[in-house]
């Protein structure tokens, strides 16, 4: 622990703060009774404490909510069952690995690999009997889940591909340092879920970073190489920036206080963009992390989870105050920004050649899952390509795969694989298509209130009707859908978004820049498909007649007036109250 008096939440007594804190508080460092728990084979599920702390270590119990009301009408407890997250920096695998997270997938998971906005893989459908094989099986391969959920730093993510320059390895290894660095040190995940004995039960436990106490929430970080901006830095708690001068990144801008997640007519939360507040040289990354990770501990609101986000902080005190703070932290002040260009926060989907001369194809994975599916059977055709390709599978933020580093001779294995299992892009899908993100939500995600994952392909199918009668199918245009307006597809910085309110309902937003630097505004509210289309068509037809040259769709709207510029997070949620 460092020596700065905490006049905040912190020093409070647990009483007044959140029930959460006295949880962690109490939990001898994430502990709680999870190796009880987990042993009773009386039920599917752990102690209702215990799945706080379980998502610590990478875990969230789930239920299937499609049995639901067929389970409760038979008088039975939910169909209880786990999901499982990896933590996996920078979003790179070996093929060994992938073989292995393939293969537990299919043993003790519901036989489908999630790549997730985060760059990493999720499990969905694990029985409580299972959890514990699967999470070993995990760390065989050099893997952990250890927290990419809970109040502490996540999966740090990177703009995607090491093998595509030297800069994009840098930033990937950068992302695995950051969460090494910021990694919970308790002890408690090898203890209950790799068996391995804890001579005092995490007595002797310290987490020098966090505390007994944790964050008092989630806390993300991203890493970006201009001029890609897949990661969405904005929408980030912490974001770098990496500047690069004749190809070597001499520094990083820092940027502050992103978030997505608000809740429906709650004008107290919001989406927020985050602030560039400076730059840092390469050898100061992680100091600038630990120290800002620092400052949300001490200052996050403990008491009220929906205002304990980092960007809370930032909105409240202002970014002079974060710069101030920072500088005291780390005993130096951070430099002006320097210049940056931010193109796309989508995928090139296709082949790329990389600096070295090294090809990467891009996979466009429709809504992150990957399974068999009839006629595709994209995860048998993925275990064929990962056992003859000799370089790397790197999951990108757009839930999409690059088969990265393939030499010029093995290029044509690797298109006949492909061509074989029916895995080449489909040429006749839209590039809005190619551009789109869906989240889990239904069965598996508590918080759902309408489909996504499940929905958006197939509202794209009509919506791709009105593209063909526009002569825009190859216009790269962002559309997103989130079950809820938790935003987990970061929906509030595409141009199109899609957020569930109520079964087949969502709220339309448009607007945002195709790059991610600005917000899009509510549109219409509450609608339901035919409304949707009714409402994209007009707006789409008038953007294939009227933008100017290069015009992006969410520039368009702005410009003519469809929708409101929103110049910070307040607005936005001030328009919808
Ligand atoms: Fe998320 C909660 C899935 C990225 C904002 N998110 C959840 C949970 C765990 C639901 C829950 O709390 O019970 C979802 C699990 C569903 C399931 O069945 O798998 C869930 N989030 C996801 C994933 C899998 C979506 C996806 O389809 O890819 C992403 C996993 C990322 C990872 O690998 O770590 C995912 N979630 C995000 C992002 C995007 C990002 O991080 O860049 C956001 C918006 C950015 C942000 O955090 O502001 C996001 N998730 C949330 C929130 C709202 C947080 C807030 O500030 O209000 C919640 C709810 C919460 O934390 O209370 C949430
Ligand atoms: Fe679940 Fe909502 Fe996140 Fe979608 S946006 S995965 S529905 S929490």
Redesign the pocket.
Known sequence: MDDIVRRFDLSRPLEELHPNERLKHDSRFLRGTLKEGLADPVTGAVSDADTQLTKFHGI?Q?DDRDLRDERRRAKLEPRYQF?A?IRLPGGACTTEQWLALDELARRYANGTL?L???Q?F?F?GVLKRNLKKLIQGINAVGLDTVA??GDVN??VISTANPLQSPAHAEVCELARRISEHLKPRSTAYREIFLDEPSPDGGASDEEPIYGRQYLPR?F?IAVTVPPQNDV?VF??DLGFIAIVEDGRIVGYNVTVGG???MTHKVPATFPRLADVVGFCRPEDVLAVAEHTVGIQRDYGDRKDRAHA?FKYTIEDRGTDWFIGELARRMGKALEPARPFRLDTSGDRCGWLQGADGRWHYTMYIEA?RVYDAPGRPLMTGLRELARVHKGLFALTTN?NLTIAGVEERDRPAIEALLREYGLENDARASAMRQHSIA??ALP????AMAES?RYLPTLIDRIEEILVEAGLEREPITIRMSGCP?????PYVAEIALVGKAPGKYNLYLGAAFNGERLNALYRENIGEQQILDALRPVLLAYAKERKPGERFGDFVIRTGVVREMRAGRDFQREQA
Not at 444 to 447: A, D, E, W
Not at 486 to 490: I, L, Q
Request: net charge positive; charged share 25%.
């Open positions: 969230y789930q999901m997250r999630r997730t906005t985060r990493t999720q969905h990419a959920c996540r999966n989630k993300k969405d929408a980030q978030g997505m997640g986000r992150g839930q989240c889990v598996t995600c508590g918080l994952e938790n935003g987990c597809a970061r």
